[in-house]
């Protein structure tokens, strides 16, 4: 029987196909920069001469000169013809051939269609934009320049429910087609257009067909605000990623990519500059998006509303990547303020502003323990079991073993130095360091890990030349008590090592209690076979590392001083600077 396929099914078939998956249940491949390399299944050869390339999604061989794209890697290696070749293919991604079959028969181009339609949007909104009415308001209140909105192939649908039909249904007979593409909507007795005095933006494929629209409405309090096209062969929301086209384009040697929820999140960014940044088309994260991502980019960052909806689009998408921790992709979340998303900070703060936020996004178990474990008091023996039984039914989403014993370990080290904290902050209160009175000797103290602080105490009184790398300014602005219960001691030796740097501390409780720890500790042992310039650099190394916690707790408060609208032009300076401080 012969088989009639379209050119756009192929199209659509190739694009859901990741060539590295493919290859390697076949052949052994390994990782060189972002490409793979293997031994050539197409002839003999000891040393591998056989390249994937991620981005083209095609293989060479530069032995044999073997190559070409997925399809012909299955009709070389498994000596079958182009039909079966598509139909194995098919089947392995779940794409219904027949279906294909049936619609093929029909006779018409669905990519030529959604191409023209979206020149006549375009060409809509050129004229809208003219007549100053609400189109033009909204993008003007939006700031997006002509270039931006001609690049992303931005249109407008007018108010009119039958602008598409009338045009072109009667010229060049394509009303099943337009309701096959789901562009019009057939209602028996009626037919009109699906979008209607919208914003309408084009959803590209990877390889930049357009296989469907989503549509803003410019009427306010309208719902719903958006709409996509219906579901079907060519157009899946859970499979596709808005901008991953566009992103591909401008930036391919980048490694990063940023995931947001809105169409206008990945413009406005992209008009700032930033432009290796998708959106998820109104779902959650998928193992379909990760299929299209992880053949470009190792480490994605989840970038959502900082609102109710999108922190819990954010938990949901957390979720989702458990199971893909052992893929080698790399997972971190940047959770903006309450207030914003990515547009509207971006538009507010500026590029560098989101840029230092993108630099202190968290990673996914950090993200993942940091809501787990928000409002429980770890010395609380419900909450400390109920936050276990969080963690194991999490761990449980992880399919590979290895992977679930580190994760375990390592959240099971968070809740330790949770623990720690509180038990710190509690002593903080009560505590009187420096008292010699045994009466007041605090004997209960976890001395178990070593701090930053511990750390340089006691490379300081051992090697007390290191006094003179403090720097008196920045010392005295340090304000971390709740982190560090011992900082009043270090503050104190300081002090008096200023003052005779001779100082005998022998006598101090508290720092003789603190010397039994130190010298049981691993990194006592370290120290003492450090030269001195050694110990001078690791001590360098820890104030910086004090310091930057410090800043990081000022910027946090000025933060919250911007979401209450109370952040002075100094405070403004001031965070600016710290910013600057915090990522040298």
């Not at 293997?38 to 994937?52: A, I, M, N, Q």
């Not at 219904?96 to 619609?103: P, R, V």
């Not at 169409?263 to 992209?270: A, E, G, M, P, S």
């Not at 710190?424 to 701090?451: E, P, Q």
Request: a positive charge; charged letters at 25%.
């Amino acid at each position: 029987m012969s088989i009639n396929l379209s050119r756009d099914f192929i199209n659509n078939l190739v694009s859901n196909i990741n060539i590295v998956d493919i290859i390697s249940s076949y052949i052994k491949l390994e990782k060189k920069g972002i490409n793979y390399i293997g031994l050539c299944p197409f002839h003999d050869e000891k040393t591998p001469s056989f390249y994937v390339y991620t981005f083209k999604q095609r293989y060479y061989c530069f032995g044999c000169l073997s190559s070409g794209d997925v399809i012909q890697f299955i009709i070389n290696y498994k000596s079958i013809n182009f039909i079966e070749s598509i139909k194995y293919l098919s089947n392995t991604i779940g794409i219904d051939l027949q279906n294909n079959i049936k619609s093929n028969k029909k006779g018409f181009n669905y990519y030529n269609i959604m191409k023209n339609i979206t020149s006549y949007y375009k060409n809509d909104l050129k004229k809208h934009m003219s007549f100053k009415g609400c189109l033009y308001k909204y993008i003007i209140q939006r700031n997006l320049s002509l270039d931006i909105l001609n690049f992303f192939d931005v249109g407008y649908a007018c108010n009119n429910y039958t602008n598409i039909i009338n045009n072109f249904s009667n010229v060049l007979d394509l009303k099943k087609k337009l309701i096959f593409c789901g562009l019009v909507i057939d209602k028996g007795s009626k037919v009109y257009d699906r979008f209607v005095n919208r914003i309408i933006l084009p959803i590209k494929d990877e390889n930049g067909n357009i296989v469907g629209f989503g549509g803003r409405t410019l009427i306010e309090n309208f719902k719903p605000k958006y709409i996509n096209s219906p579901e079907s062969i060519f157009f899946k929301k859970g499979h596709l990623l808005y901008g991953l086209y566009e992103a591909k384009k401008k930036s391919e040697f980048l490694k990063q990519l940023i995931i947001v929820e809105g169409y206008f999140d990945v413009i406005t960014l992209h008009q700032y500059g930033i432009v290796n940044v998708v959106a998820t088309l109104g779902s959650y994260f998928t193992d379909k998006h990760l299929d299209k991502i992880k053949k470009y980019y190792k480490e994605i960052v989840f970038c959502y509303d900082g609102d109710a909806a999108g922190r819990s689009a954010t938990w949901k998408s957390a979720n989702n990547c458990l199971s893909i921790l052992s893929e080698g992709i790399i997972v971190k979340f940047l959770l903006l303020p309450e207030s914003y998303d990515p547009d509207s900070f971006i538009r507010e703060n500026g590029k560098k502003s989101f840029l230092n936020e993108l630099s202190n996004s968290i990673s996914l178990i950090d993200y993942i323990f940091k809501r787990i474990s928000k409002n429980m008091n770890l010395k609380n023996i419900d909450d400390k079991l109920v936050l276990i039984k969080y963690i194991n039914d999490l761990i449980k989403k992880i399919p590979d073993a290895a992977f679930k014993k580190v994760i375990l370990n390592y959240l099971l080290k968070l809740i330790e130095q949770k623990e720690n904290i509180e038990s710190s902050i509690n002593k903080n209160k009560k505590i009187n360091y420096f008292s010699d009175n045994k009466n007041k000797d605090r004997s209960d103290i976890n001395l178990h890990i070593l701090s930053p602080i511990m750390k340089s105490l006691f490379l300081l009184l051992e090697n007390r030349y290191l006094i003179n790398d403090i720097i008196n300014f920045e010392i005295k602005n340090i304000n971390l008590k709740d982190i560090y219960y011992e900082i009043d001691v270090f503050f104190y030796v300081i002090k008096l090592l200023r003052i005779n740097i001779n100082t005998d501390f022998s006598n101090i409780n508290i720092i003789k209690k603190y010397r039994i720890n130190f010298l049981n500790s691993e990194f006592n042992k370290i120290m003492i076979s450090m030269s001195k310039d050694e110990k001078k650099k690791e001590f360098k190394s820890i104030i910086n590392l004090i310091l930057k916690d410090n800043y990081k707790k000022k910027i946090d408060e000025l933060i919250k001083m911007a979401e209450n609208k109370n952040l002075s032009n100094k405070n403004k300076l001031l965070l600016d600077n710290l910013l600057i401080k915090i990522h040298k």
